[in-house]
C-alpha cells in the first residue's frame, strides 16, 4: 500500500516551471533516493509533499489525505511528515534539548517529563546525549544536522524527507550523518532522501530516481540504476559524478 | 609599591607618550579638554552654589502637589518596590559571587563619587532674610571638607593599588546591593542638611542652617531597608518553589498598576457601582471564557471556531466604541484575545483546567485594577492631576512602554500581514503616526482628541496623552521590530511549519523572540527616547520633573527665593534622567549578553 501518491504535479514559479508532470508513489517502509543536477526539480518535488511550496496541477495524497489548502490538512501531513534540511534550521535561540521537545509539547501536547526522555531516547540514537544542553551554535555541522533529524523524529512521523541533508557539511561529518541514516533505513521508516551520496544510495535505497528538467527520467531499483540505467540522460549523470 | 608606580608609570607612558606625534596628541587634547570643560570645572570649584534650591525641593521633584497627609501612600508604592526588588535578588540572584577585584574596583568607584561631591559641595549657603537682605551661612566648612577628603583619597589610594595585590576572595553580590543601600540610609540618621522652613505666623525664617534630616524621611527609608533585607531572606527561602520565577514577573507587571489605580490614587469606591456594574459584566465573562474552555473540542463549534473569532473580535470593536462601561470593554477585548489562545492550549484537561484558573485569575485582577483606576481619587490637589514631577515621570514612560510595546509588536507582525487589509490599516497607523511630530500629538490629546471619540466617552488628560503616546513610540517600536523579522531567515519558517507548528505558535515561539533578540539595542533606544521624551507634555500644561526643576522652582520666591537657581536644577533633573536612562541602557547589554549565548 502506497503512503505517498502524486499524480501528474505541476509547478511553476512564475514563468518557468519546476516540475513538469511528476507522477510516482511510494510504499510504507520504503527509502527511495532522488538524485539529478541542481535545479532539476528534486528539491521542490519533496517540499512539495509537505507543502512547503504550492504545486498548481496535480494530486499530491499523504497518508491518505489529500493536499489541498486546507490549514488542518496541512498541520495534520506535516505532523506525520518529518523533515531535515540542507541548512539544518535549528532554532538558535533554544538549546538542543528545547529544539526537540518544542514540537512535542507544543504540537502533540505533551508533557514536559515525556518529551525530555523522548528527546534524550533520541539525541541517544544520533549520537550525541552530552550535547543536549548546547545552543546548536556551540556544535559542529554534523552534530547540527543530527539534531535536526532528531528533531524531526520526535514527531514519530510515518515519512521522513532528506533535502540534501550532507550537501553543507565537511566530507568528515558527512559520514556521521549517513550513519544515522543508514540506521533509521534499516528500521523501516520510510524515506525520500534527495542527496548527491551515491554510496548511501546503493547501499540502503529500495528505489533511486533521476530527475531533469522538471520531470521524473528514470526510476530504478539501484543495481539496475547503477549498472544498467535505461535512459541515456542517467547515463550521463553516472559519468559526470562517479 | 615602587614596582606598582613604575609599572603604571611605564604603562601611562607607552599609551601617551609613545612617540613625538602622540605625545604632542596628548598635549593637544588635555589643553582642549580643559579649555572645554573649564566653565564647568569653575563652577564645580567655587563655593558659588546653591544646591539648596534641590534639597528643599526635593518633595516638590517628586510627588509636585501631593498632599502630605497622604503621603503614607507614596511610601508604601516606593516600599512595595523595594519589597518585590528583595524577593527578586533573593530568588534570582542569592547565589551571585562577586571576585575581590571588582569589589575593590567599586569602592574605588564609589570614594571617587563621594570625592566629586565633597568637591563640588557649596560652602556657604544665602538666604534671603525677612527684611530683603541677604544673609549668607557657612553649612559645609573647609575642616569638614578637608576631614572627608583625606581619608576618602586615602581609601582610594588603597582600594585602587590593592587590586594589583594578589588578593582572591568572592562576596556574595546581594551583600553588595544591601551594604550600597545600607550606606545611604544610614547617612540619613547622621548627616545634617540646611533646611528651610516657615515659623508659624508663615514668615520667612532661617532655622539652624545645620538641621538633622527629618523623621518624615529617614523613618520611611530605614522601614524599607529593613523590610527589603527581610525580603531577600524570604525570597531564598521561596526560591524552591517551583513556578515562582513567573509569579515574580507578572508581579513586577501589575505593581506599577496596582501603585496607580490603587495605592497612589486613593480611589473613592462607589459600592452601589461595584455591586450593580463590575459583579455583572465579572460574571457573565467569567461564564463566557468558561463557555469557551468548556466546548472548544465540541466538534460543531470547532467547525463555526473561526467565525465565532471574528464575531467575538467584531464585537470588541463595536463595544469599545459604545457608551459601555470601562471594564466591559476591556473584558471584550480580553476574551478576544484569549479566544485566539484557548483552542492551541486547551487540548487536555489538565490544560483545560489550569486556562480556566488563569481565566478567572485575570478577570479578578483586571476588575479589581479598573475599579481603582476608573473612581474618583480622594487626594485633593491644586491643579487637574495627582500626578506631577518624578510620578508623572514614572507614570508615562512604563505605561507609555506598557502599551506601546505590544501595539508595537501587534503593528510589526500586521504590516508583513498577507491579508492586505490588516496590512494596509497597520502601515496607514504606522506612517501616519510617525510623520507627525510628537508635540503635535501631545496638543492633539489635550485639545482635540475629544472631538474624535465617540459622543459620551470622555477620558482624563493623562490618559489621553497616554493613548497618543502608546501610539507614537508604538510605531517606532513597530519598525524596530519590523526589521528585527526581515533579519530571521526562510528556513526558521520553514523547519518551524515542517514539524507542524501553527502560525500563531509559529510567530510567538520561534520568530518572535529570535527577532526581538535582534533588535534589543534599538529597541532600547526606542524606550529612553520615549522616557526622555515625556519631558514634552509640559507643552499642554502637565508638570513633570523636568518642568519642576526649570518653571516651578525657578520661579519661586516662598518661603526662600530661588528665582535665578536653573543652573543647580537643571544639573539635578540631568543627573535623575541620566542614571535612569544608563541603568537601562546597562540592563539592556547584560540581557542582550544572556541571549546572546547561542549565536555563539
Given at each position: 500500500?502506497?503512503?505517498?501518491?502524486?499524480?501528474?504535479?505541476?509547478?511553476?514559479?512564475?514563468?518557468?516551471?519546476?516540475?513538469?508532470?511528476?507522477?510516482?508513489?511510494?510504499?510504507?517502509?520504503?527509502?527511495?533516493?532522488?538524485?539529478?543536477?541542481?535545479?532539476?526539480?528534486?528539491?521542490?518535488?519533496?517540499?512539495?509533499?509537505?507543502?512547503?511550496?504550492?504545486?498548481?496541477?496535480?494530486?499530491?495524497?499523504?497518508?491518505?489525505?489529500?493536499?489541498?489548502?486546507?490549514?488542518?490538512?496541512?498541520?495534520?501531513?506535516?505532523?506525520?511528515?518529518?523533515?531535515?534540511?540542507?541548512?539544518?534550521?535549528?532554532?538558535?535561540?533554544?538549546?538542543?534539548?528545547?529544539?526537540?521537545?518544542?514540537?512535542?509539547?507544543?504540537?502533540?501536547?505533551?508533557?514536559?517529563?515525556?518529551?525530555?526522555?523522548?528527546?534524550?531516547?533520541?539525541?541517544?540514537?544520533?549520537?550525541?546525549?552530552?550535547?543536549?544542553?548546547?545552543?546548536?551554535?556551540q556544535?559542529?555541522?554534523?552534530?547540527?544536522?543530527?539534531?535536526?533529524?532528531?528533531?524531526?523524529?520526535?514527531?514519530?512521523?510515518?515519512?521522513?524527507?532528506?533535502?540534501?541533508?550532507?550537501?553543507?557539511?565537511?566530507?568528515?561529518?558527512?559520514?556521521?550523518?549517513?550513519?544515522?541514516?543508514?540506521?533509521?533505513?534499516?528500521?523501516?521508516?520510510?524515506?525520500?532522501?534527495?542527496?548527491?551520496?551515491?554510496?548511501?544510495?546503493?547501499?540502503?535505497?529500495?528505489?533511486?530516481?533521476?530527475?531533469?528538467?522538471?520531470?521524473?527520467?528514470?526510476?530504478?531499483?539501484?543495481?539496475?540504476?547503477?549498472?544498467?540505467?535505461?535512459?541515456?540522460?542517467?547515463?550521463?549523470?553516472?559519468?559526470?559524478?562517479? | 609599591m615602587v614596582d606598582l608606580i613604575k609599572k603604571n608609570a611605564k604603562s601611562l607612558q607607552e599609551s601617551l607618550f609613545s612617540s613625538v606625534g602622540s605625545a604632542v596628541l596628548t598635549i593637544a587634547t588635555t589643553y582642549l579638554v580643559i579649555n572645554f570643560f573649564r566653565g564647568m570645572l569653575g563652577f564645580a570649584l567655587t563655593?558659588?552654589?546653591?544646591?539648596?534650591?534641590?534639597?528643599?525641593?526635593?518633595?516638590?521633584?517628586?510627588?509636585?502637589?501631593?498632599?502630605?497627609?497622604?503621603?503614607?501612600?507614596?511610601?508604601?508604592?516606593?516600599?512595595?518596590?523595594?519589597?518585590?526588588?528583595?524577593?527578586?535578588i533573593?530568588?534570582?540572584r542569592s547565589d551571585d559571587r562577586v571576585k575581590s577585584s571588582q569589589v575593590f574596583n567599586s569602592f574605588f568607584k564609589g570614594g571617587l563619587g563621594v570625592l566629586f561631591f565633597t568637591i563640588i559641595a557649596?560652602?556657604?549657603?544665602?538666604?534671603?532674610?525677612?527684611?530683603?537682605?541677604?544673609?549668607?551661612?557657612?553649612?559645609f566648612?573647609m575642616d569638614t571638607r578637608l576631614g572627608i577628603l583625606i581619608p576618602v583619597a586615602v581609601f582610594c589610594v588603597i582600594f585602587f593599588s590593592i587590586r594589583f595585590i594578589n588578593v582572591k576572595f568572592t562576596v556574595n553580590s546581594s551583600d553588595m546591593v544591601f551594604f550600597y543601600l545600607f550606606i545611604p540610609?544610614a547617612l540619613?540618621?547622621?548627616?545634617?542638611?540646611?533646611?528651610?522652613?516657615?515659623?508659624?505666623?508663615?514668615?520667612?525664617?532661617?532655622?539652624?542652617?545645620?538641621?538633622?534630616?527629618?523623621?518624615?524621611?529617614?523613618?520611611?527609608?530605614?522601614?524599607?531597608?529593613?523590610?527589603?533585607?527581610?525580603?531577600?531572606?524570604?525570597?531564598?527561602?521561596?526560591?524552591?518553589?517551583?513556578?515562582?520565577?513567573?509569579?515574580?514577573?507578572?508581579?513586577?507587571?501589575?505593581?506599577?498598576?496596582?501603585?496607580?489605580?490603587?495605592?497612589?490614587?486613593?480611589?473613592?469606591?462607589?459600592?452601589?457601582?461595584?455591586?450593580?456594574?463590575?459583579?455583572?459584566?465579572?460574571?457573565?465573562?467569567?461564564?463566557?471564557?468558561?463557555?469557551?474552555?468548556?466546548?472548544?473540542?465540541?466538534?460543531?463549534?470547532?467547525?463555526?471556531?473561526?467565525?465565532?473569532?471574528?464575531?467575538?473580535?467584531?464585537?470588541?470593536?463595536?463595544?469599545?466604541?459604545?457608551?459601555?462601561?470601562?471594564?466591559?470593554?476591556?473584558?471584550?477585548?480580553?476574551?478576544?484575545?484569549?479566544?485566539?489562545?484557548?483552542?492551541?492550549?486547551?487540548?487536555?484537561?489538565?490544560?483545560?483546567?489550569?486556562?480556566?484558573?488563569?481565566?478567572?485569575?485575570?478577570?479578578?485582577?483586571?476588575?479589581?485594577?479598573?475599579?481603582?483606576?476608573?473612581?474618583?481619587?480622594?487626594?485633593?490637589?491644586?491643579?487637574?492631576?495627582?500626578?506631577?514631577?518624578?510620578?508623572?515621570?514614572?507614570?508615562?514612560?512604563?505605561?507609555?512602554?506598557?502599551?506601546?510595546?505590544?501595539?508595537?509588536?501587534?503593528?510589526?507582525?500586521?504590516?508583513?500581514?498577507?491579508?492586505?487589509?490588516?496590512?494596509?490599516?497597520?502601515?496607514?497607523?504606522?506612517?501616519?503616526?510617525?510623520?507627525?511630530?510628537?508635540?503635535?500629538?501631545?496638543?492633539?490629546?489635550?485639545?482635540?482628541?475629544?472631538?474624535?471619540?465617540?459622543?459620551?466617552?470622555?477620558?482624563?488628560?493623562?490618559?489621553?496623552?497616554?493613548?497618543?503616546?502608546?501610539?507614537?513610540?508604538?510605531?517606532?517600536?513597530?519598525?524596530?521590530?519590523?526589521?528585527?523579522?526581515?533579519?530571521?531567515?526562510?528556513?526558521?519558517?520553514?523547519?518551524?511549519?515542517?514539524?507542524?507548528?501553527?502560525?500563531?505558535?509559529?510567530?510567538?515561539?520561534?520568530?518572535?523572540?529570535?527577532?526581538?533578540?535582534?533588535?534589543?539595542p534599538?529597541?532600547?533606544?526606542?524606550?529612553?527616547?520615549?522616557?526622555?521624551?515625556?519631558?514634552?507634555?509640559?507643552?499642554?500644561?502637565?508638570?513633570?520633573?523636568?518642568?519642576?526643576?526649570?518653571?516651578?522652582?525657578?520661579?519661586?520666591?516662598?518661603?526662600?527665593?530661588?528665582?535665578?537657581?536653573?543652573?543647580?536644577?537643571?544639573i539635578?533633573?540631568a543627573i535623575?534622567?541620566w542614571i535612569?536612562t544608563f541603568t537601562l541602557s546597562r540592563r539592556s547589554m547584560k540581557v542582550e549578553k544572556k541571549l546572546g549565548l547561542?549565536e555563539r
Open positions: 500500500m502506497s503512503i505517498i501518491q502524486t499524480k501528474d504535479v505541476k509547478k511553476w514559479f512564475g514563468d518557468f516551471q519546476a516540475l513538469k508532470g511528476i507522477t510516482m508513489d511510494v510504499a510504507e517502509g520504503e527509502v527511495l533516493v532522488v538524485c539529478g543536477p541542481s535545479g532539476s526539480g528534486k528539491s521542490t518535488f519533496i517540499r512539495c509533499i509537505n507543502r512547503l511550496e504550492q504545486h498548481q496541477e496535480g494530486q499530491i495524497i499523504v497518508d491518505g489525505i489529500e493536499l489541498t489548502n486546507d490549514l488542518k490538512n496541512i498541520e495534520a501531513i506535516r505532523s506525520e511528515v518529518g523533515m531535515v534540511f540542507q541548512s539544518f534550521n535549528l532554532f538558535p535561540h533554544l538549546t538542543v534539548m528545547q529544539n526537540i521537545t518544542l514540537a512535542q509539547i507544543w504540537v502533540r501536547k505533551k508533557n514536559r517529563a515525556e518529551s525530555e526522555e523522548k528527546a534524550m531516547e533520541l539525541l541517544e540514537r544520533v549520537g550525541i546525549p552530552e550535547q543536549a544542553q548546547k545552543f546548536p551554535g556544535l559542529s555541522g554534523g552534530q547540527q544536522q543530527r539534531v535536526a533529524i532528531a528533531r524531526a523524529l520526535a514527531m514519530e512521523p510515518k515519512i521522513m524527507l532528506f533535502d540534501e541533508p550532507t550537501s553543507a557539511l565537511d566530507p568528515e561529518m558527512i559520514k556521521e550523518v549517513l550513519d544515522v541514516m543508514k540506521e533509521l533505513a534499516k528500521s523501516g521508516m520510510t524515506m525520500i532522501v534527495v542527496t548527491h551520496e551515491m554510496g548511501f544510495a546503493k547501499e540502503v535505497a529500495d528505489r533511486v530516481m533521476l530527475f531533469d528538467e522538471g520531470m521524473l527520467v528514470e526510476e530504478n531499483t539501484p543495481e539496475e540504476f547503477f549498472n544498467n540505467p535505461k535512459s541515456d540522460r542517467t547515463k550521463l549523470f553516472l559519468s559526470q559524478i562517479l | 563655593s558659588d552654589k546653591d544646591w539648596l534650591a534641590v534639597l528643599n525641593n526635593m518633595q516638590l521633584y517628586m510627588v509636585q502637589a501631593y498632599p502630605e497627609e497622604d503621603f503614607i501612600r507614596v511610601w508604601l508604592s516606593v516600599g512595595l518596590t523595594f519589597v518585590l526588588a528583595g524577593l527578586s533573593g530568588i534570582w557649596p560652602t556657604n549657603a544665602s538666604f534671603m532674610g525677612n527684611d530683603g537682605s541677604v544673609i549668607t551661612e557657612e553649612v566648612s540610609v540619613l540618621w547622621f548627616v545634617k542638611l540646611p533646611t528651610i522652613q516657615l515659623d508659624q505666623n508663615n514668615e520667612r525664617i532661617i532655622p539652624d542652617p545645620v538641621m538633622p534630616i527629618a523623621d518624615t524621611t529617614k523613618i520611611p527609608w530605614t522601614v524599607i531597608f529593613v523590610s527589603f533585607l527581610v525580603s531577600y531572606f524570604i525570597g531564598m527561602y521561596l526560591k524552591s518553589i517551583k513556578s515562582i520565577k513567573s509569579i515574580m514577573s507578572l508581579s513586577w507587571f501589575l505593581l506599577p498598576l496596582l501603585i496607580f489605580s490603587w495605592i497612589f490614587k486613593k480611589p473613592q469606591i462607589d459600592m452601589s457601582v461595584v455591586l450593580g456594574s463590575d459583579l455583572p459584566i465579572f460574571g457573565v465573562f467569567l461564564l463566557w471564557g468558561f463557555l469557551v474552555i468548556t466546548f472548544v473540542n465540541n466538534s460543531i463549534f470547532k467547525k463555526y471556531y473561526s467565525t465565532y473569532l471574528g464575531v467575538t473580535f467584531l464585537l470588541t470593536l463595536v463595544g469599545v466604541f459604545s457608551g459601555l462601561p470601562m471594564l466591559a470593554k476591556t473584558c471584550l477585548l480580553l476574551i478576544a484575545l484569549f479566544s485566539v489562545v484557548v483552542p492551541a492550549v486547551s487540548t487536555s484537561s489538565q490544560g483545560k483546567r489550569s486556562l480556566l484558573i488563569v481565566w478567572a485569575v485575570a478577570l479578578v485582577t483586571l476588575t479589581f485594577l479598573l475599579r481603582g483606576g476608573a473612581s474618583d481619587t480622594g487626594i485633593v490637589v491644586p491643579g487637574s492631576s495627582i500626578f506631577g514631577g518624578f510620578s508623572l515621570t514614572w507614570l508615562l514612560a512604563i505605561f507609555g512602554t506598557y502599551v506601546s510595546f505590544p501595539l508595537g509588536v501587534l503593528l510589526a507582525l500586521g504590516r508583513n500581514s498577507k491579508l492586505p487589509i490588516i496590512r494596509i490599516v497597520c502601515t496607514g497607523i504606522i506612517e501616519l503616526t510617525r510623520s507627525v511630530p510628537y508635540i503635535t500629538w501631545l496638543f492633539f490629546a489635550s485639545v482635540t482628541l475629544a472631538v474624535f471619540l465617540p459622543a459620551g466617552v470622555e477620558f482624563n488628560l493623562i490618559v489621553r496623552v497616554l493613548m497618543v503616546t502608546a501610539f507614537f513610540s508604538g510605531a517606532y517600536f513597530a519598525e524596530n521590530i519590523r526589521g528585527g523579522l526581515q533579519s530571521i531567515p526562510k528556513g526558521q519558517y520553514e523547519a518551524a511549519d515542517a514539524i507542524g507548528m501553527s502560525p500563531f505558535q509559529k510567530i510567538s515561539l520561534i520568530i518572535m523572540p529570535q527577532a526581538l533578540r535582534a533588535v534589543i534599538t529597541l532600547v533606544s526606542s524606550a529612553i527616547t520615549a522616557f526622555k521624551d515625556s519631558s514634552l507634555v509640559t507643552i499642554i500644561g502637565l508638570f513633570d520633573f523636568l518642568t519642576i526643576g526649570k518653571t516651578v522652582i525657578g520661579n519661586q520666591s516662598i518661603p526662600v527665593n530661588f528665582v535665578g537657581h536653573d543652573r543647580e536644577n537643571l539635578f533633573v535623575v534622567y535612569f547561542g
